[in-house]
């Protein structure tokens, strides 16, 4: 338990990464598949994790996000997005292992709940991404790894450059590597008592 909270209370934004390191391809494939434990409402699943490797769209997105050298330096640019309608998709999949009347009970409650109600998906998509980067970053950590969660960007271009579907919406990157150099203090951190409430404000 306490290696658990050491690794929280330890991560950091890394600004700079070892650019010569690569994480190989079964270590990436779990981190992300362990993102993928993160929970979505009504199991839909809405994430989508976009793994950028090509320099040349790495440079191109680099240019409209401020020249951070995260974008090119890390060993993984995971660009997280967010399937707006995952809800319409065929969502009997997202209880195929339920008892029969199980998912299609959940498969109406799915259809009630989203249809004809873009702002719903859209909290919700964001909601579901959020939790996906926070498992993500975790996920880095306990392989060894830093991440840096990012919106420093321009996100209509950004979104041109990466092709993103009409149907999708951009929510954040994560940049994961071997963190190089110094890193700042910490900013510091409220006390638990001006952010936690109990029962009522």
């Not at 070892?18 to 979505?40: M, Q, V, Y």
């Not at 009970?105 to 799915?110: F, R």
């Not at 149907?167 to 963190?179: C, E, I, R, S, Y």
């Amino acid at each position: 338990m306490n290696e658990i909270l050491d690794t929280m209370f330890a991560r950091r934004a890394t600004k700079r990464f070892d650019a010569s390191h690569e994480i190989p391809d079964e270590t990436l494939a779990a981190i992300l598949h362990a993102a993928r434990t993160a929970p979505t409402a009504f199991n839909i699943q809405n994430w989508r994790f976009l793994v950028v490797r090509d320099p040349a769209v790495r440079a191109e997105i680099k240019k409209v996000a401020w020249h951070q050298p995260q974008i090119e330096e890390c060993s993984a640019l995971v660009v997280l997005c967010a399937d707006m309608h995952a809800y319409a998709k065929d969502p009997g999949r997202y209880w195929k292992d339920a008892p029969e009347a199980m998912r299609e009970k959940y498969v109406g409650m799915i259809t009630q709940f989203y249809e004809n109600n873009p702002a719903m998906q859209r909290d919700e998509a964001f909601r579901s991404a959020g939790m996906t980067a926070y498992a993500l970053m975790m996920a880095a950590a306990a392989h060894g790894y830093d991440t840096c969660p990012m919106d420093g960007f321009d996100f209509e271009q950004v979104s041109e450059i990466i092709r993103l579907p009409k149907d999708h919406a951009l929510v954040m990157f994560v940049a994961v590597g071997k963190g190089v150099g110094e890193l700042p203090p910490h900013g510091g951190r409220i006390p638990d008592a001006d952010v936690i409430v109990y029962d009522r404000f």
